[in-house]
Each structure stands twice: as C-alpha cells, then as structure tokens.
C-alpha cells in the first residue's frame, strides 16, 4: 500500500489490490472507497463480474443504502435499501429503451407494477383522463363520476350507475338524456 499523509495523519491509502480508500484505513473491496467513519459512504465498485456502479450507505440508526449499478446486458438498476443490508430493484432501464418501475423486467416503453397517480393521463396531445377524486376507474370505492368530454364540452356522464347524456344533473333515473333521441 501508499498512504498519502498531511501533518501526520493518513489522509489517502492506494492499496496493493489497486483500490483507493480516503477517509478510510480499511479495504472493503471497493475501487473507490470513501470510508464510513461519520455512518455515510460512497463506493465506486464491480458486484461480481456483471455489474458496476455506485453504492451509498448511511448508517444513522440502521443501515439504509442506494445503489446504481450498469451492465447485465446494458441494464441500468436503482436499488434501495432501509433497515436492511438487502436491497430491492426499484428501476430498471433495459438496453433497448423499456423502462420498468416495480419490475425487472419491462415489455413495454413503460411497465408499472403498482398504482399509478398523475394529475393527467395523455395520449398524443389529447387528455385521456384529468382530474381528482372524482375521476377513478376500476374501482369500488368510487364516491364521484366519470366524464366525457371533447373540445366542445362534456356530453356524457356516468353517475353511480346511472348513464346522464347531455345533462349533469342526476335525477336518479338509469338513463338521462337531455334533448331528443333519433332512433
């Protein structure tokens, strides 16, 4: 090893194995090793013959730690870990573009394993769907109304189970249709 001192005291320390350690005396097998001594470090390092990446640890009161790691065939991996030494993929950008939230292995430009929340769901230049609790699709729980609308307003409406066309104001009735209908 080459340790590099100021006023006495090791600052900087090459290993033999070609790892630089500063802020730290012990070799943890990282290339780059900024030491732990205050509960936080910050490695540049290879996990096994696949991966390289960087790796953060904080350890006030528990281990939490964030990772990127590339390679595997192109991929790009966040990880993260809290109260644990084991860490979970969070994300994963695949070689050809896919990204995956909640899964490693995305099919689509974008995969989503779990809820999504948006302000606003966008096809093109088009909303598909915007708004608040008033707007949920798929589920029991739902207390407000779904709206359709197109750029000369909303012209239908679906209230609980009732179907309104042309008007907001429900009734009650299964069917509210303001104006005529052509049959």
Sequence with gaps: S????????????????????????SDSGFRLDFGNSTGKSFHLHTSGADYYGFNMLQYDGGPFSTNIFAGNNGEIK????????????????KANGNVGIGTTSPIYPLDVNGNIRATA??????????????????????????????????GMRLSGSNLLIGTTTDSGNKLEVAGGIRQ
């Design 2 to 25: 080459t340790t590099f001192s100021t006023n006495g005291s090791e600052r900087m320390r090459l290993t033999s194995g070609g790892n630089l350690l500063i802020g730290t005396t």
């Design 78 to 93: 966040l990880r993260t870990a809290s109260g644990t030494t084991t860490q979970t993929t969070r994300l994963t950008v």
């Design 121 to 154: 769901y966008r096809i093109g230049g088009g909303t598909i769907l915007s708004g608040d609790s008033t707007v949920n699709l798929g589920s029991a729980g739902a207390t407000g109304f779904i709206t359709f609308t197109t750029t000369s307003g909303e």
